[in-house]
């Protein structure tokens, strides 16, 4: 059986909020159809166009902007370079003249109330974010093309399989599971974050990795100190207000700092208390997804709704631990990102198929195996720690509240942080010999639980805090 080739540009991708899987991943799906059409030579012959949407992408498809983000791929708009700025009017103008620019070039008639169509009881069974485009040819010709949006921003055409197609590659240490990566490791002597650097090299060079891997936490980095200050309200109607910018302000006593360096130097002479340092990771991932919930860019780490994790504890370490060097970020991304790779192949990474138990239990286990091997522990400690952050976050419903990844998404992001610096102490302090449950144990046992899961739990805004707390949202 041929192993699947995730590189660490899969798990971690520059994105635009809210969601890997209802926002990113169709608006993937949506570029890589017009792509297809324009190869084709079809696309200047397109004169309709309708969008169904179906189960999961249709329940919350409003609330997590997957019409927008449909409309924006359609336009040939990409998530990693479009101004975020823009989005609005852009999607404005559009209902306003009803028309489409097809790859920005072929103008067609759109309807957005009507064209995109949102199929609450229906799904297709292969999975819960499906989506399918519908286009009448000028030659009165009909074509259908159905899509999975299968979570972290991963998309895969009816009659693909994961893992197939141009991603493929030869890689000198092949990995489905925890147990093959910690063999390559004692085989080789190398730590995880080597190993992977060494699969890497199969896609590009590792100049060109790590220049890629900076380039992200940039996004990153970033996206916390844009969090950290901007106040307002976020969109949707819930009316939930920024918590991060008034937190900063209060950590900070009142000081303003007008770039990202002298910022960092401010927030570590405040001191290493364990309630400073508490407050400053909560308002690192609160500011991450802020910015999320607010159609800003973010990265998947390895999905939106769990975006805050990963730059919450890397910032962290950078902060209180002394971790500003190139070469220490570049060895907490490579090893996060063989974790999340991990959960991916052998359970999920997506909250419509197993709950948040998927995207923050994910991202945690993630960011304290990352954590744990730039603290210098040894490669069993590292995926101790990786099991220790999941094992606390199995069950973990989706249920987020009017379809918004706000509540309780958000402050479930500073949860994650928190539980993956924990694990990652207790893993350091601790002898992995003794484990009673290894990480393919948790996995395994992740997907179980997944599969047992009430689909109301799985991102439907069908049960949990999503019915229970009384909301009245504005007319879509």
């Known amino acids: 059986m041929p192993h699947e080739c995730i590189s660490v540009f899969d798990i971690f991708k520059i994105s635009v909020g809210p969601s890997s899987s209802h926002t990113l991943g169709p608006w993937r799906a949506a570029m890589r159809f017009i792509s297809e059409l324009e190869e084709a030579g079809t696309l200047p012959s397109v004169q309709r166009l309708g969008i169904l949407l179906y189960g999961s992408l249709a329940k919350t498809g409003h609330g997590h902007g997957t019409d927008i983000a449909i409309q924006l791929g359609l336009g040939g708009e990409d998530p990693v370079t479009c101004d975020v700025n823009d989005i609005d009017a852009k999607i404005e103008k559009i209902r306003r003249e009803q028309k489409l620019l097809l790859q920005g070039k072929y103008g067609i008639h759109f309807d957005p109330l009507t064209d995109i169509?949102?199929?609450?009881?229906?799904?297709?069974?292969?999975?819960?974010?499906?989506?399918?485009?519908?286009?009448?040819?000028?030659?009165?010709?009909?074509?259908?093309?159905?899509w999975y949006s299968i979570g972290g921003g991963f998309v895969i055409k009816e009659g693909e399989t994961a893992g197939g197609g141009k991603n493929s590659v030869d890689l000198p240490f092949p990995i489905d599971t925890a147990r093959q990566l910690l063999q390559w490791c004692i085989k080789t002597g190398y730590s995880i974050s080597e190993v992977v650097m060494e699969n890497e090299q199969a896609w590009r060079s590792e100049a060109d990795t790590k220049a890629g891997i900076m380039q992200i936490w940039q996004v990153m980095r970033d996206?916390?100190?844009?969090?950290?200050?901007?106040?307002?309200?976020?969109?949707?109607?819930?009316?939930?207000?920024?918590?991060?910018?008034?937190?900063?302000?209060?950590?900070?006593?009142?000081?303003?700092?007008t770039d990202y360096n002298s910022w960092v130097e401010a927030i570590r002479a405040g001191g290493e208390?364990?309630?400073?340092?508490?407050?400053?990771?909560?308002?690192?991932?609160?500011?991450?997804?802020?910015e999320n919930a607010s159609f800003g860019r973010v990265v998947t780490a390895p999905t939106n709704g769990a975006a805050g994790v990963i730059p919450a504890v890397l910032q962290y370490f950078i902060t209180f631990c002394d971790g500003l060097h190139t070469e220490k970020i570049i060895q907490f991304m490579l090893t996060a990102s063989e974790v999340?790779?991990?959960?991916?192949?052998?359970?999920?990474?997506?909250?419509?198929?197993?709950g948040c138990q998927a995207e923050i239990g994910v991202s945690s286990a993630m960011a304290a195996a990352a954590l744990t091997e730039c603290m210098g522990g040894s490669q069993r400690q590292v995926l101790m720690a990786a099991e220790i952050a999941m094992e606390h976050h199995l069950g973990l419903t989706c249920d987020p509240i009017g379809g918004l990844v706000q509540v309780p998404c958000i402050e479930r992001n500073t949860m994650g942080a928190i539980k993956a610096i924990t694990a990652s102490q207790?893993?350091?302090?601790?002898?992995?010999?003794?484990?009673?449950?290894?990480?393919?144990?948790?996995?395994?046992?992740?997907?179980?639980?997944?599969?047992?899961?009430n689909s109301k739990y799985k991102e439907t805004s069908d049960g949990g805090l999503a019915v229970n707390i009384p909301i009245s949202l504005p007319e879509c």
Not at 122 to 127: G, N, T
Not at 340 to 354: C, L, N, P, Q, V
Request: charged share 20%.
């Open 117 to 146: 169509e949102f199929l609450y009881d229906e799904s297709l069974p292969f999975h819960p974010n499906a989506l399918t485009f519908l286009v009448t040819l000028q030659n009165g010709e009909q074509l259908a093309s159905t």
């Open 223 to 257: 996206c916390i100190y844009r969090g950290c200050h901007t106040t307002g309200e976020l969109p949707g109607g819930l009316k939930v207000g920024r918590r991060a910018a008034a937190l900063n302000t209060k950590l900070l006593k009142g000081r303003t700092y």
């Open 273 to 290: 208390h364990f309630s400073y340092t508490l407050d400053w990771v909560s308002c690192f991932a609160l500011a991450v997804n802020e």
């Open 340 to 354: 999340g790779s991990i959960f991916k192949k052998r359970a999920t990474i997506s909250a419509a198929m197993g």
């Open 426 to 453: 207790l893993a350091l302090q601790s002898n992995p010999e003794l484990a009673k449950v290894s990480l393919d144990a948790v996995v395994k046992t992740m997907w179980e639980t997944a599969q047992d899961m």
